[in-house]
């Protein structure tokens, strides 16, 4: 415990959690356009791009956050259970069909053929012709051909271009950096990865940025970080007492993406962008994310700015109640808080409270119109302290048992894609400790096993999610065409991922 930075105390209240689980949320509405989501006309998203490329013009300060720890071998599912299976060929209208099928599609392709080469001195299709997928599909995922089942999404290959260069998701966020959120002919990034992926990165990293900054002309700060060891939770038994190893030591896990708050929280930038390693395309399917991008960040720099003018006011003491009015107003209708105060508090009270809620870090979250695609969605929610405001849940925070929740969630419209823009400085450029903002009642606990034994699994609060629940939040709707996740390996055949 001592090593990793985990005290005693700590242990106690997360043992605790087993006991007590954690509340669900109380729901005051699905956030929908016109009530929690902003819908900006052509007029809008033009005066937000032009603030932000005033911004950058201005030598603003800005970083790329992508979190990429993850292995990508929840996306070869399906071709593992083919390798492993007793069936020489896919199954007909089978996801490996249609990968067999298209395999010359595929960005991997040409590598594909030269680890099938090597070892059987034969290319993919003259083995498919053979009857022989099975070779060519483990030649994807094995340890002796690409590997691709073990290795981290950002470093596969994912755009194949006209002229022959492939680019992987981490060249990609590298480029959309370059078109998105160059400030002084300077690109920062910074991406998460796990310790035992940390000298794949290293050596990509070493290799794609020369490269990107010879194509763009800009140069690029490339930093890493890895979930900090202290941010590991404790594993229980059924009976929520410390679940031991075959050795008799406590068994600690990861925290889940929530534990990156803690990584966030170290990044020295005023604005960070955060968006998934995956979600990508290549050069010619980026303008629906650029635009959406670029309104993004600009609606944050004007609140941000109407932010601090009111801040000021109302740090410099003389502020009547007909001059609060309006920011009692600003917070009803930019940030879509609801609570009785605004009406019932007057003089010092109001001012307090006022401060309170602004001086806060401040996010704008795209969100995307409901279409069947798996992702937490944008409620509005009661707080702690008796407001509501704009939060990201998922479907586990909810309780649909009772009715009148199950009716919010059944009218949800859009869902969240992971694509923020954050201000984690203050109106003075102080940096926000943002732990001081996690809500610790929105983790969740999990059922996992180890060496055959059950186990019960304590999961902070999600990054988006509990982590950011007492952020100053905006949802603003961004086209689905910007959103463009990679999830399963066919995913890679849809036109959106053909450069």
Not at 143 to 165: C, E, I, T
Not at 367 to 374: A, I, L, T
Request: charged share 25%.
């Amino acid at each position: 415990m001592a090593k990793k930075g985990i005290t005693p105390e700590k242990l106690n209240e997360q043992l605790a959690r087993f006991k007590s689980g954690f509340p669900y949320l109380k729901l005051y509405a699905s956030a929908k356009v016109g009530a929690g989501i902003l819908k900006l006309n052509s007029g809008q998203e033009d005066e937000a791009v032009a603030r932000w490329k005033k911004y950058l013009a201005d030598g603003g300060d800005v970083c790329k956050f992508v979190p990429a720890s993850g292995a990508a071998s929840r996306m070869f599912k399906a071709l593992f259970s083919f390798v492993n299976g007793d069936e020489n060929a896919p199954k007909p209208g089978s996801d490996v069909e249609k990968l067999i099928a298209n395999i010359d599609k595929t960005p991997f392709y040409a590598e594909l053929n030269d680890v099938l080469a090597k070892k059987y001195g034969k290319t993919a299709k003259e083995l498919i012709a053979e009857g022989r997928c099975k070779d060519v599909i483990a030649g994807i995922i094995m340890p002796d051909g690409l590997n691709y089942g073990q290795l981290p999404k950002a470093v596969l290959s994912f755009h194949r271009y006209a002229d022959g260069n492939v680019r992987t998701p981490l060249d990609e966020q590298l480029m959309e950096g370059a078109q998105t959120a160059a400030a002084h002919g300077k690109v920062k990034l910074h991406f998460t990865v796990s310790a035992n992926h940390q000298h794949l990165f290293d050596e990509k990293i070493a290799k794609a940025v020369p490269q990107m900054e010879k194509e763009t002309g800009l140069k690029f700060d490339v930093t890493t970080s890895q979930q900090k060891p202290s941010t590991d939770t404790v594993a229980a038994t059924m009976d929520g007492e410390p679940f031991r190893n075959k050795e008799g030591n406590i068994v600690f896990r990861p925290g889940g993406h929530g534990a990156l708050i803690e990584n966030l929280n170290d990044i020295d930038s005023t604005v960070v962008f955060i968006k998934n390693i995956d979600n990508v395309v290549p050069d010619s399917q980026r303008d629906a994310t650029i635009r959406s991008k670029q309104v993004l960040a600009g609606t944050l720099i004007l609140a941000h700015d109407k932010v601090a003018e009111y801040l000021h006011q109302l740090w410099a003491g003389d502020c009547t109640d007909e001059q609060m009015r309006p920011m009692c107003d600003f917070l009803r209708s930019e940030f879509s808080i609801i609570s009785d105060s605004f009406a019932t508090l007057k003089g010092a009270e109001l001012q307090a409270f006022l401060i309170s809620q602004l001086n806060r870090p401040l996010r704008v979250c795209g969100m995307v119109r409901n279409e069947g695609e798996p992702g937490g969605g944008p409620f509005i929610a009661y707080n702690p302290d008796g407001t509501a405001s704009p939060q990201i849940l998922e479907s586990t925070q909810i309780d649909t048992t009772v009715p009148a929740y199950a009716n919010i969630m059944a009218q949800a419209t859009h869902f969240n894609p992971v694509d923020l823009v954050c201000y984690i400085k203050d109106v003075d450029g102080h940096k926000f400790n943002l732990p001081d903002y996690v809500d610790p009642d929105t983790g969740f606990i999990s059922s996992k096993s180890l060496d055959g034994r059950d186990l019960r699994a304590l999961e902070l609060p999600g990054l988006w999610n509990g982590a950011m629940s007492r952020w100053l939040t905006i949802f603003v709707e961004v086209p689905g065409t910007s959103f463009n996740p990679v999830k399963t390996v066919n995913d890679l055949l849809r036109p959106a991922h053909q450069a």
